[in-house]
């Protein structure tokens, strides 16, 4: 039953980056939708607090710090990336965080690397190949996508391997607490950059910011919640690597239906290719587990 946590935040985030894309392109724009979705996204982790039952080590107030600073560069890679190109690039892309943790925990503790992690990053390049379009000139194409997600994952990466190696000498909730109000506050070094106040924002395009910040919130705070509490982070991470197949499912099949037209204008050749890249890029990130 633990394994519904990750399928569940699994099947949440490619609607994330659908109505983020969406609030981006309808009139919100980049910044300010990064700074809507990161205020919500703190609103949805702060609850978490009610579920601590530990004092924070202030002592150790640097390493939540840290995280937060690679978390929020993670999420301004995260939006470039979507508007940068298609969702069904971008959100499968997301699942090779888990082979930089591997990686950042190779230059950590090396012994505790197995080779196969190796073979894994190798499948994780070939998946990126075909999510690019299986093409030089597709990857090109997407090669700015492909790069801010390579960067996303990366921040990402790092914030995860703080969170697993240092959460416990701070306490484990308040570190995530900290970790994205670091996120919130970051966020506040936009406002100069607006192009236009935040009401001049469409009404629909600010609610698809706030909900693709909802989104992001919950399916978060459940994973994080759940690896808290429950452990099992090898199964957990690796049912929540799936998302890579359900960002792409998503837009094939209802893309269209949620405002979504990628798999129109890029024909079932492109999508095709896109699910045999999100498939072997799970492989890549079982392999890697």
Same mark, same amino acid.
């Given at each position: 039953m633990y394994l519904l946590a990750p399928l569940t935040s699994a099947l949440i985030y490619p609607f994330a980056s659908l109505f983020l894309k969406r609030a981006i392109g309808e009139g919100a724009g980049l910044l300010r939708t990064a700074f809507l979705s990161n205020i919500v996204l703190f609103a949805v982790f702060l609850p978490a607090l009610l579920f601590n039952q530990q004092a924070p080590q202030w002592s150790h107030l640097g390493w939540p710090l840290l995280a937060g600073l690679c978390f929020f560069g993670g999420q301004v890679f995260t939006f470039l990336a979507i508007r940068a190109g298609d969702v069904s690039v971008q959100a499968p892309l997301m699942g090779i965080k888990v082979i930089f943790?591997? $990686?950042?925990?190779?230059?950590? @503790?090396?012994?505790?690397?197995?080779?196969?992690?190796?073979?894994?990053?190798?499948?994780?390049?070939?998946?990126?190949?075909? $999510?690019?379009?299986?093409?030089? @000139?597709?990857?090109?194409?997407n090669s700015r996508t492909v790069l801010w997600s390579l960067c996303a994952c990366a921040c990402f990466g790092g914030s995860d391997s703080l969170a697993g190696y240092r959460s416990a000498d701070f306490g484990r909730i308040p570190f995530i607490i900290v970790m994205v109000a670091v996120v919130a506050i970051g966020s506040l070094a936009f406002i100069p950059f607006f192009t236009a106040p935040l009401n001049k924002i469409p009404r629909h395009a600010r609610n698809l910011a706030m909900a693709g910040g909802l989104a992001i919130g919950i399916q978060g705070i459940i994973l994080n919640l759940s690896l808290t509490f429950l452990g099992q982070a090898t199964a957990m991470n690796i049912v929540y690597s799936t998302r890579a197949l359900w960002g792409v499912l998503l837009i094939w099949l209802v893309g269209h239906k949620l405002g979504n037209h990628e798999a129109a204008q890029r024909g079932h050749a492109v999508m095709t290719k896109r699910l045999a890249g999100a498939c072997l890029l799970s492989v890549a990130v079982v392999t890697v587990f």
């Open positions: 943790v591997a $990686l950042f925990s190779f230059f950590l @503790k090396p012994d505790e690397v197995p080779p196969l992690l190796w073979a894994g990053s190798a499948l994780a390049a070939l998946a990126i190949f075909l $999510l690019g379009g299986a093409s030089m @000139k597709s990857l090109r194409d």
